[in-house]
């Protein structure tokens, strides 16, 4: 492609952190393959991470898709993984096929991918049948995720809920905190590391640390998005320093 690949990213109106780490894996990826990108966001509503207003938020993204469609994006993701698990299992593949159509409706039609469906994705091509994950949500829609994850396949040994119920305070977690969080887990019998089943919590400066403390494969929801989002672009999955997921092995 001589233009730059347009990232499309259906983002909740208080997420400020998938428009950060997402660009910033890309833009990394610069430094060793030739392909260039420029990010282009559509907004949901939501302020507090409750169920009701995750679903009162997912009925926006319809309209999301087809503004970003009238951008003429290459791929399309849909930056709120919480937001899609609280709605059912296997609620990610209905969404997918949704979205996508709104944009074969407006004649621009893309592949649309979710932060929830590539996580779930992601532990397959791990090969990560036990996992261990880290949460910022209260504890109900943690259980929630953890159901998901589990009724896609992957076992959850054990997982932490942060419990921090206002979306911009989760973007303010601090990363460098999550280490000594996963180091008071029991991830001896895990496959893998779910370091942040979350696009809004930070964590990507967190991810080497955590694979040499743990010697485990660590992959987050961001992480995951943007393998899925240069697979669907048929774009060679990797980045340097996001991790064993983007490392080039997968």
Same mark, same amino acid.
């Given at each position: 492609m001589t233009r730059p690949y347009r990232i499309g990213q259906i983002v909740p109106s208080s997420n400020i952190t998938m428009e950060t780490e997402i660009p910033a894996m890309l833009t990394a990826r610069q430094q060793i393959r030739p392909d260039r990108f420029t990010f282009h966001s559509s907004r949901m509503r939501m302020k507090t991470v409750s169920k009701e207003e995750l679903a009162a938020m997912d009925g926006e993204s319809d309209r999301c898709a087809l503004e970003l469609s009238d951008a003429a994006v290459d791929v399309m993701g849909y930056a709120c993984l919480v937001a899609i698990m609280s709605m059912g299992p296997g609620y990610h593949r209905e969404s997918q096929q949704r979205l996508r159509q709104r944009t074969r409706e407006n004649d621009q039609e893309c592949e649309v991918v979710t932060s929830a469906g590539a996580l779930v994705d992601a532990l397959k091509v791990l090969g990560a049948n036990k996992v261990v994950v880290v949460a910022p949500y209260m504890k109900p !829609? =943690?259980?929630?995720?953890?159901?998901? $994850?589990? +009724?896609? +396949? =992957?076992?959850? !040994?054990?997982?932490?809920?942060?419990?921090?119920?206002?979306?911009?305070?989760?973007?303010?977690? %601090?990363?460098?905190? !999550?280490? %000594? $969080?996963?180091? +008071?887990?029991?991830?001896?019998?895990?496959?893998?590391?779910? !370091?942040?089943?979350?696009?809004?919590m930070p964590s990507l400066a967190a991810v080497p640390k955590v694979e040499a403390l743990t010697g485990k494969p660590v992959v987050t929801a961001a992480i995951a998005t943007t393998y899925a989002m240069l697979k669907a672009l048929d774009l060679e999955p990797v980045v340097p320093g996001a991790g064993a997921l983007l490392s080039g092995a997968y």
């Open positions: !829609l =943690t259980e929630m995720v953890v159901e998901y $994850i589990r +009724g896609e +396949g =992957t076992e959850v !040994l054990e997982y932490r809920a942060l419990e921090i119920p206002n979306n911009l305070d989760v973007a303010r977690h %601090d990363p460098a905190r !999550l280490p %000594d $969080i996963v180091a +008071g887990m029991d991830f001896s019998d895990a496959d893998a590391i779910v !370091l942040s089943a979350c696009v809004q």
